[in-house]
C-alpha cells in the first residue's frame, strides 16, 4: 500500500465556470486556472501522484504547456489513472475536502462522487468527498477563492 496527499487552491474570478470534482456548480464567479481549475480533481491527481512518488500536477501538466490550457481536469485524471494502471496500482480509498464559503457543495457531493468513481475505476464507496467552510476567515471565508485537500491510499494489484 501507498500514501498520498493533494492540496490545489484557485481564485474566484468572474466570467467562468465553477467546476469541481467534474461538476458545473451554477455559480456567479468560477475558478481562474490554465485548465479548467477543478481544485478537487486537481488535489486527487496530487494525491494520486504523491502516492506513486511521481512528483506533482503541475510536472506532468505543466501551465507553460498550451496543450493543457482549458483542458477538462477529467482528462488529466483520466492519464493519471493510465499512469496508475500501468504502475499496477488501484485505488484503495480517497478522502478529501472541500473548502468554500460559498456556494454550498452538498447537494453536488453525490454526482461528484459518480463521476470520480467512474474515472478512477474504483467503487463509489472508496471516494469520500467533504465540504466545509472557514467560518468566514482567511481567503476562502472571504470569497476569494476555493480550496481541495485529498488524501489517496493506493493498493498493489495482485496478479
Known sequence: MRIGIGYDVHKLVENRK??????????????DGHSDADVLIHAIIDSILGAMSK???????????????????????????DLMEYAEYKIGNIDCVIIAQSPKMSPYIEQMQEVLSYILKTDIENINIKA??????????????????AVCLLEKIIK
Open 55 to 81: 512528483r506533482d500536477i503541475g510536472y506532468l501538466f505543466p501551465d507553460t504547456d498550451d496543450s493543457y490550457k482549458d483542458i477538462d481536469s477529467k482528462l488529466l485524471l483520466g492519464n493519471v489513472v
Open 18 to 31: 465553477l467546476i469541481i470534482g467534474g461538476v458545473e456548480i451554477p455559480c456567479d464567479k468560477g475558478l
Open 132 to 149: 466545509t467552510t472557514t467560518e468566514k476567515l482567511g481567503f476562502e471565508g472571504k470569497g476569494l477563492g476555493i480550496s481541495a485537500q
